[in-house]
């Protein structure tokens, strides 16, 4: 195939002979094929079976001497999407395929309708959804809702939940405006989609191994996947137990096989959802254990680098100048601050339980510092100890109550310090110290970084799953505030449940911005039904003395 701008395309040789499955017609009831054969040909067993989303719905089967018509009953067909139809020859080989979409019409018909097409700034909004089958009946379904400046509308996202699974996410290749074939308002969709679908085809037959490609097949699971590594050759090979705990104090445990691999279920990564998951091999450190875990997300980074990014600004992809933000900032005003420049950043530590903790631990270790009887710090600085000259302080040390005459230093209180060094060296002739040094010091507990925390503790840290957030919406209360609102989401609701005469009443107060603001719902229900819809309204900025009239 030649094209007007010269671009040629290759076509597979034509065979001499063989068997061609024609997709005729769809009516409301049957999908219509013609099956023949070359001429001389001598008759043949054949079969034909219908697929949706990879489960048989029907079967058909005949013989064939030249041509025959065969009709697969659409109500074989329980739902909305892509029909896989093939055709098999006598032996059960498959020799030619055709995808057809069918049941259009078994959707979720999703209205939504705000009580008014106007309002004023900082208005309420109240909007009312109503979701019915391809009957009419009141279904009881789950949407997700964004209400959003019509400015981040992007006119090159024209994938919905709808398209994306019946559609975009079933065939090969990038589909142009996917969306088109589902709106009712063009008349020629139809057909323009069966020409779509007849460049598609050989779904489920690889003949060459070699030709598989794996762009685009990475999946994530649910649960965390680790490795547990162990360099003492006697344990090498055993399972062994891992446990597994947060800083609420709550324990699990998991198991690796004889590889040292484990999976943390995400059941586990759920009950620790509030904060950091804590890690450490039941075996003792000396047997050399290091845990490493898989991580997903440079490979996600990678393919989303290679995705095409849309910006809902004009003049995608060229300089943006200062006049292309005025339709998302129409009608306020701009508080600019002071200039701030930083000179310096403090260290500011914030620690969960765990960690403060093992904080703890490590001060009250015996070998810590600690302040004697007379006051003097010990054990602060290495060589520096007043032990020598003082008997009484060396009867009560050495005693069997030591410890407990032993305080804790306090944080940024004065200490003395002493030295002792041996005189001639400690050469025989002359026994005795003097003293070297003697200062005061400011005592500063000793600081361990969550790095060294963990590893003077043999423990491993991640993040568990993070908490819901709260999508924040303004009350009444909240309007009355004098500073500018310039939100240009109004509304997010990831999970919408309709009641049983499918049916939902939202409400949401409109912020400062002057535009127009377009809304956004996609759902589903039992039965794989899904569903898109949207609505619009205008918001205007108006003086109190003007009387604003609904449009």
């Not at 900082?122 to 400046?149: T, Y």
């Not at 074939?181 to 679908?197: Q, T, V």
């Not at 403060?356 to 600690?370: I, T, Y």
Request: glycine share 8%; charged share 25%.
């Amino acid at each position: 195939i030649r094209l007007t701008n010269g671009r040629t395309y290759p076509l597979p040789a034509i065979l001499t002979q063989g068997i061609i499955l024609e997709f005729s017609r769809q009516d409301g009831d049957f999908l219509e094929f013609i099956v023949s054969q070359s001429k001389g040909l001598p008759p043949q067993l054949f079969y034909i079976t219908g697929q949706l989303r990879g489960i048989t719905c029907c079967i058909a089967h005949g013989t064939l001497e030249e041509s025959v018509k065969v009709k697969l009953p659409l109500d074989e067909f329980p739902a909305q999407g892509i029909a896989v139809v093939t055709l098999y020859n006598g032996n059960g080989q498959p020799v030619a395929e055709r995808l057809v979409y069918v049941h259009p019409e078994k959707k979720l018909y999703i209205t939504a309708e705000p009580d008014k097409t106007v309002y004023a700034t900082r208005e309420k909004v109240n909007l009312k959804i109503k979701v019915v089958d391809e009957k009419g009946q009141p279904v009881i379904a789950q949407l997700g809702i964004s209400v959003f400046d019509a400015a981040y509308d992007n006119p090159g996202d024209l994938d919905n939940l709808l398209t994306h699974c019946f559609l975009s996410s079933q065939i090969r290749g990038r589909i142009y405006a996917p969306a088109y074939y589902f709106d009712e308002k063009n008349p020629g969709r139809a057909e323009a989609l069966d020409l779509l679908l007849l460049t598609q085809g050989w779904r489920r037959y690889v003949w060459k191994a070699e030709n598989l490609s794996e762009k685009g097949a990475y999946v994530i699971t649910d649960e965390l996947v680790g490795h547990q590594t162990v360099k003492d050759k006697k344990m090498k090979g055993t399972e062994q137990f891992i446990q597994i705990f947060g800083s609420d104090g709550d324990v699990r445990f998991t198991l690796t096989d004889i590889n040292g691999d484990f999976a943390i279920e995400a059941g586990i990564l759920n009950d620790f959802r509030k904060g950091n998951l804590y890690i450490k091999p039941m075996l003792q450190k000396k047997h050399g254990t290091q845990i490493s875990f898989k991580d997903l997300f440079p490979v996600i980074n990678q393919i989303r680098g290679q995705k095409e990014m849309y910006y809902p600004l004009p003049n995608r992809g060229d300089s943006v100048s200062k006049k292309d933000f005025s339709t998302l900032v129409t009608g306020m005003e701009e508080i600019v601050l002071k200039e701030l420049i930083v000179t310096a950043k403090a260290r500011r530590f914030i620690r969960d339980k765990v960690m403060g903790s093992l904080d703890s631990l490590m001060e009250m270790d015996f070998n810590s510092p600690w302040v004697c009887i007379h006051g003097f710090l010990e054990n602060y600085r290495e060589g520096y100890s007043h032990l020598p000259f003082h008997e009484n302080h060396l009867i009560q040390v050495l005693g069997g109550d030591s410890l407990n005459k032993r305080n804790k230093p306090i944080e940024g209180h004065t200490y003395h310090l002493v030295k002792y060094s041996p005189l001639n060296n400690g050469k025989p002739g002359l026994d005795g110290l003097y003293v070297a040094d003697h200062q005061d010091v400011i005592y500063h507990k000793p600081y361990y970084s969550d790095k060294e925390l963990l590893e003077l503790n043999n423990l491993w840290r991640i993040k568990g799953y993070y908490g819901r957030r709260e999508f924040y919406l303004p009350d009444e209360t909240d309007m009355l505030d004098p500073l500018p609102d310039s939100r240009n989401t109004l509304f997010w609701a990831p999970s919408v449940l309709t009641d049983t005469n499918g049916e939902a009443n939202l409400s949401f107060y409109c912020s400062d911005l002057n535009t127009r603001f377009t809304g956004q719902i996609e759902g589903l229900a039992d039965g794989g039904l899904l569903g898109v819809a949207n609505c619009e309204f205008r918001v205007f900025k108006i003086s109190p003395s003007f009387k604003m009239h609904e449009q």
